[in-house]
């Protein structure tokens, strides 16, 4: 973690590899917390991924500083990964909830809005303003996010109107079927 961390504050130009990195790392730290807290009770079964979780929490703090400087970057890419990834670090959920807002409304690139929708709803944003967008990208982004994993299932937390919207949202993208398309062929 901290390796790849001086690479982001050096500048490396693979920048969004490392974003993409630290947020694997991120929600593997997450997916032992979920499974944790399934649990009844604790035995001292989970002592090595909790100093894990805290190790990775501790390399990060301080970078969503470096982070916030890059959503000016001129690759959309690199800004994608930087609104994801501050959705997940933010020191300051109020500030940067303010900076992504502007780089989502002041963006043209569909799936960096739909990056950017996603590190709102992180930071606290209602997600049902976005799942109404007219880029296909945000609201399938949006979708994927309430429904799958490392975050979990928040679907059963939201009302019955918008559990629905998200339910035909997966619908209207669905995966392609290939025996179908080699037939065509």
Excluded at 105 to 122: H, I, K
Excluded at 147 to 172: C, M, N, Y
């Amino acid at each position: 973690m901290r390796a790849v961390r001086r690479v982001i504050e050096d500048g490396c130009r693979w920048r969004a590899d490392a974003y993409g990195m630290l947020m694997y790392v991120l929600n593997h730290a997450y997916e032992w917390r979920s499974l944790r807290l399934m649990r009844d009770r604790y035995r001292g079964e989970f002592d090595a991924s909790i100093a894990e979780e805290e190790a990775v929490f501790e390399a990060l703090a301080g970078l969503d500083a470096v982070v916030r400087e890059e959503l000016v970057d001129d690759d959309p890419e690199v800004r994608a990964m930087a609104c994801l990834l501050l959705g997940s670090i933010s020191g300051q959920p109020e500030l940067d909830a303010e900076l992504v807002r502007m780089l989502f409304d002041a963006e043209t690139d569909d799936l960096l809005r739909g990056c950017a929708a996603e590190s709102l709803v992180r930071l606290g944003a209602d997600g049902a303003e976005f799942l109404g967008d007219p880029a296909a990208a945000v609201r399938q982004r949006l979708a994927w996010f309430y429904t799958r994993w490392p975050q979990g299932p928040r679907v059963k937390f939201l009302d019955d109107a918008l559990h629905e919207r998200i339910s035909i949202l997966l619908r209207e993208h669905a995966p392609l079927d290939w025996k179908i398309l080699a037939e065509e062929v």
